[in-house]
């Protein structure tokens, strides 16, 4: 999988957008951007893949860039409750029987 | 999405005992598991694949007759830690990854052990 870097922490107000960053500069062009979060003491939950597109779901938005070297994710109002930490990770298609990798990932505070 | 449960959520044991941990995948069928473990202020770290109907695939440093894994079938699989140590002590997660390779893996709510 193509390594990542993400900052190690980020804040965010209550009701503001939270936009994570996320390089991936090695990025190979079948390889797929996906973003987990980790809240504290509970098991990952997986939030948004994608592959060129711009893609948005019920918890999130993902910008890619054209190049395809970086991505944000974007939580439009973030809550106390997404307080977590986000992991972004790349990975080719078809790799369901292979692990996921995850890095430090950043930990985002929300406050009041 | 699709639903991971892991049971049971916490535990605590002697020194010595055996625990087990298992991970059912409740809506979809699992022909891949992973196990994982996370000790504090760290990442996850794999420690096993399982696959419905053969052995698991262990990772360097992770002793596998210490760290069972049965995958039975396609919902469920254990995770049995035996002779259970304080240095076992930690947060074990399993997540699941369903037929034909499909990416998205879901993973269960997390078991924290402690042994005493």
């Known amino acids: 999988d193509a390594k990542t870097t993400q900052p190690p922490s980020m804040d965010c107000a209550e009701g503001r957008a939270a936009n994570l960053p996320c390089n991936h500069s090695?990025?190979?062009?079948?390889?797929?951007v996906y973003w987990y979060r980790q809240i504290h003491s509970q098991g990952p939950q997986y939030i948004i893949h994608?592959?060129?597109n711009n893609e948005t779901n019920e918890m999130a938005s993902l910008i890619i860039t054209e190049d395809r070297k970086s991505s944000t994710l974007i939580l439009p109002h973030a809550t106390l409750r997404d307080t977590a930490v986000y992991y972004c990770i790349v990975r080719p298609p078809n790799s369901g029987y292979s692990t996921l990798t995850f890095g430090k990932g950043t930990m985002l505070l929300v406050s009041p | 999405g699709a639903v991971v449960s892991q049971h049971p959520s916490r535990v605590i044991c002697k020194s010595g005992t055996s625990v087990k941990i298992e991970c059912r995948s409740l809506d979809f069928q699992a022909t891949t598991m992973f196990w994982y473990r996370q000790f504090p202020k760290q990442s996850l770290m794999l420690m096993a694949t399982s696959n419905e109907g053969s052995k698991a695939t262990y990772e360097q440093g992770v002793e596998k007759d210490k760290f069972l894994i049965n995958h039975a079938s396609l919902t469920l699989s254990t995770l049995t830690v035996t002779s259970a140590h304080p240095e076992d002590s930690s947060f074990y997660i399993c997540?699941?990854?369903?037929?034909?390779?499909?990416?998205?893996?879901?993973f269960g709510a997390g078991t924290r052990l402690s042994v005493l």
């Open positions: 994608g592959l060129k």
């Open positions: 997540s699941a990854s369903g037929a034909g390779g499909m990416n998205i893996q879901y």
């Open positions: 090695t990025i190979s062009g079948n390889e797929y």
